[in-house]
T-cell receptor, first 115, second 116 residues
């Protein structure tokens, strides 16, 4: 079955340190990939997306992600995090084709930025 | 422009009762998707409506139903509530239905349902 795995459920990090949130997926067909962020008591906000083209995608708030087709990964990175980046981060992947296309979500990674 | 509005924000219900949640999409958006979010299961797709028609449905029991009105506002209903229905219910609106619409999903802040 197609799946999305966010390898870390929780990531603690100090302010101004770099961070990488990992996402792997299983799919044998072309995919679209997304990262969403959810701040406490709020809905999900799109951080960035990969549809085609350059495998390095830049998003809002200084985040970027790299699509690696051979490793079926789409890891999210930020070179220097702020306290305000504390939130839940979700990776999502569309898999399948045509009418069988589905949107699969990871279980989320909780990023805690400490002073 | 106004975002996606979900009402109410919080709700407490008793087992066996029914509940109706509302979602008003961004103006001009005709697609509304509903998700259930729980800590253990993450985001689970409930259903999607586009132009008043249900286009897709997730693996939820028939107690979960929805509809969409001509102004694109959507409601979801859960009958005979169970403790396991406690969750954050999110709706997302977009111009086009899935999969095209996924490029422009906008989520509401959700309705937190607690069943006691």
């Amino acid at each position: 079955a197609q799946s999305v795995t966010q390898l870390d459920s929780q990531v603690p990090v100090f302010e101004e340190a770099p961070v990488e949130l990992r996402c792997n997926y299983s799919s044998s067909v072309s995919v679209y990939l997304f990262w969403y962020v959810q701040y406490p008591n709020q809905g999900l906000q799109l951080l960035l997306k990969y549809l085609s083209g350059s495998t390095l995608v830049k998003g809002i708030n200084g985040f970027e992600a790299e699509f690696n087709k051979s490793q079926t990964s789409f890891h999210l990175r930020k070179p220097s995090v702020h306290i305000s980046d504390t939130a839940e981060y979700f990776c999502a992947v569309t898999t399948g084709a045509g009418n069988n296309r589905k949107l699969i979500w990871g279980l989320g990674t909780s990023l805690a930025v400490n002073p | 422009k106004a975002g996606v509005t979900q009402t109410p924000r919080y709700l407490i219900k008793t087992r066996g009762q029914q509940v109706t949640l509302s979602c008003s999409p961004i103006s001009g958006h005709r697609s509304v998707s509903w998700y259930q979010q729980t800590p253990g299961q993450g985001l689970q797709f409930l259903f999607e409506y586009f132009s008043e028609t249900q286009r897709n449905k997730g693996n939820f029991p028939g107690r979960f139903s929805g509809r969409q009105f001509s102004n694109s506002r959507s409601e979801m209903n859960v009958s005979t509530l169970e403790l396991g229905d406690s969750a954050l219910y999110l709706c997302a609106s977009s111009l086009a239905p899935f999969p095209e619409g996924i490029h422009g999903y906008t989520f509401g802040s959700g309705t937190r349902l607690t069943v006691v």
